[in-house]
């Protein structure tokens, strides 16, 4: 099989999948780059080099090439390449086709009324409904959205990130974590306004004021970086805490190791959130937003994490009062998060559903995974999702 996976650029998100495509392909795998890397994302580390990695070609470097390789390998699965052009060529083939995507409404469901978005959505997405095209869902929520305008019905299938995976040997993950009473909380990511990282220091106060034991380890940089900074000082919780600036994906993960609880709070604008992904293989008790997409695919409420409505910090604060409390009840999510994403949620496990699912779809057949990457995706409203989640009907 011929596979060619078009996206804007390649990244440490997409490696681990890329890679074990590639290990299993070999040749006959290519990631078309459409577009170089924003400047921001360079910013923040995300650069890479992609001479160094066999399977990429650049469109703006081998245009005609390219195009061959998306329009005529046997499978293509197309990203967010902003060449629609690309996509419609492939389409037109008549050739089955996967498209990934994250949802299309984070801002509300009303967007899709608009008769202008109504017919872009028609364009790109919903006259090929009845084409042999799959839709691949990079977060929970994508589904309701396109349920609502009428694509790929019967086609929705569940989709993530895949980050790299570390592995341990049976109780080594808990021996990492400090045994000392002291609850390591991390938290990851930029310190922008969606992902709300002032829930860190609201909650240290009210933990500090519970006479709870505990540390935050603050991962990142933003623009909000200096007020929280300030605003530890001023409520006199420097010692709770240490701030790391921008960090590394490989000491992220490091840092995560050592922690018991990682909190994930990112609001409805976040299309899947990777660090969850991350504080899961490494052990820790989830406590996430279950607006943000990677949740409800992830998260089994009360089994290997936590969730919070919407941006509740309420019971944020709640949730994380309960388990600093009573962590030896608790305790055991991390190890149920771990084996979530070693047995399941993984790249190895989703290149091998991905191209089993290809094969069957060249053949007219559409076979979904009984779990995980490539299962159905089911369609819950967005204001349905934090029920469904905790009632497990997930």
Same mark, same amino acid.
């Given at each position: ?49 992609? &001479? ?15 195009? #061959?390789?998306?329009?005529? *390998? ?8 902003? &060449? ?17 995507? =994250?949802?299309?409404?984070? =801002? ?5 009324? *608009? ?13 090929? #409904? ?13 589904? *309701? ?12 299938? &569940? ?8 592995? !341990? ?29 002032? !829930? ?11 006479? #709870? ?32 600036? !921008? ?16 909190l994930f709070t990112s609001n409805h604008l976040e299309g899947w959130g990777a660090v969850v992904?991350?504080?899961?293989? *490494? ?11 990677? $949740? ?61 699912? $290809?094969?069957?779809l060249m053949n007219g057949e559409i076979s979904p995974a009984r779990e995980g990457p490539l ?10 999702? !934090? ?8």
């Amino acid at each position: 099989m011929t596979f060619t996976f078009a996206s804007n650029y390649i990244n440490h998100h997409q490696i681990p999948l890329c890679n074990a495509l590639y290990r299993e392909l070999g040749g006959d795998f290519t990631f078309v780059q459409t577009m170089p890397m924003e400047r921001e994302r360079v910013d923040m580390g995300w650069s890479v080099d992609v &001479r160094s990695l066999p399977y990429v070609k650049c469109l703006y470097e081998e245009e005609a090439e390219c195009r #061959r390789r998306i329009v005529q *390998s046997d499978m293509t699965l197309l990203g967010w390449t902003e &060449r629609e052009d690309l996509a419609e060529e492939r389409l037109a083939s008549g050739k089955p086709t996967l498209r990934v995507s =994250e949802r299309l409404y984070r =801002e509300g469901q009303w967007r899709a009324v *608009s008769p202008r978005g109504l017919a872009a959505k028609y364009r790109e997405h919903i006259r090929y #409904r009845r084409q042999p095209v799959c839709m691949l869902c990079a977060g929970a929520y994508a589904p *309701s959205d396109f349920h609502l305008i009428g694509a790929y019905p019967g086609k929705l299938f &569940r989709w993530g990130y895949f980050t790299a995976l570390r592995t !341990y040997e049976d109780g080594a993950l808990e021996a990492m974590k400090p045994q000392d009473g002291v609850l390591h909380i991390v938290w990851a990511g930029r310190f922008i306004p969606l992902k709300h990282p002032e !829930y860190a220091v609201r909650l240290a106060k009210t933990l500090r004021a519970a006479g #709870r034991r505990f540390f935050v380890h603050m991962l990142g940089d933003g623009e909000m970086e200096s007020t929280l900074r300030r605003e530890v000082d001023d409520l006199g919780l420097k010692e709770h805490f240490r701030f790391y600036g !921008y960090t590394h994906p490989e000491k992220v993960r490091d840092v995560m190791e050592k922690c018991h609880v990682h909190l994930f709070t990112s609001n409805h604008l976040e299309g899947w959130g990777a660090v969850v992904n991350e504080g899961m293989n *490494s052990g820790c008790v989830e406590i996430v937003n279950a607006q943000a997409g990677a $949740a409800p695919y992830l998260i089994r409420h009360g089994q290997n994490g936590l969730v919070y409505p919407g941006d509740r910090y309420e019971k944020l604060e709640e949730l994380a009062l309960e388990v600093s409390a009573h962590w030896e009840r608790y305790s055991r999510m991390g190890q149920a998060a771990y084996e979530t994403i070693r047995d399941v949620w993984n790249a190895d496990r989703a290149a091998g559903e991905l191209l089993r699912f $290809a094969g069957e779809l060249m053949n007219g057949e559409i076979s979904p995974a009984r779990e995980g990457p490539l299962s159905v995706a089911p369609v819950i409203s967005p204001r349905g999702m !934090y029920r469904a989640m905790t009632e497990n009907r997930l």
